[in-house]
């Protein structure tokens, strides 16, 4: 059985090497908990635009991001001067990119649905090329 | 006896903290072999600037750094867009932050010595100040 921890690794690799890839360059963050300040998951850019990304790796077809994170996430965006994203891969599917504000609220977290990532959501063509 | 990798990680940890106080959002990358891929150890933004840093905690009064270290940094300070720095921490002593080119070239790697970065390095607030 492959740990949840360790498919978000993978798929996070996966990530960089797509940026990499399509001239951006782009690099994975020490492990949180690893100091007490907010940092995303990815950090990329290509020269012109920065992103910041939070990544989920979801078996389900649903996925709950604490409001903590999504602060933490807006704030080293906008302190750093990076775009903020969500990046979530259903099991099986490709990448999609979601703009914060997309995400559905709840009292205490942002959802993101398959649906909602269907609908709203860019493929990684599509967030880098700034649809 | 604490180990150089510990020292190192907490070296970084330390000019993380340190960026924060000074209002740069900063990150730690996830340990070198995570992936193939170019990565500095710390990078850093307000908004209007970005630094890359390849961070050196050094015990002897010198350290090398590999032309190979040297080509991964400016490659990913190139493609990102970010200034490339080297920072060296001295046992005991502050930081230096020292342009690549500032570093005396031997054949197989680049030098810095505490002579050379007391000469050309600059202190963490020069640094971010932009001296």
């Known amino acids: 059985m492959i740990r949840t921890k360790d498919k978000g690794s993978a798929a996070e690799r996966e990530l960089i090497h797509m940026f990499w890839e399509n001239s951006w360059a782009a690099m994975r963050a020490a492990g949180s908990g690893s100091t007490q300040h907010p940092s995303p998951d990815v950090i990329a850019g290509n020269g012109m635009r920065r992103v910041a990304i939070e990544c989920k790796s979801v078996g389900d077809d649903k996925k709950y991001i604490s ?3 999504m602060i933490q996430l807006l704030l080293f965006s906008h302190t750093f001067g990076a775009e903020a994203w969500i990046g979530i891969r259903f099991s099986g599917r490709k990448w999609f990119f979601l703009n914060p504000e997309d995400l559905s609220e709840t009292d205490k977290s942002h ?4 649906k909602i990532a269907e609908m709203k959501g860019l493929s990684f063509e599509e ?5």
Do not use: A, R, T
């Open 127 to 131: 967030m880098i090329n700034g649809f």
């Open 67 to 69: 409001k903590d994170e």
């Open 111 to 114: 959802l993101v649905s398959e």
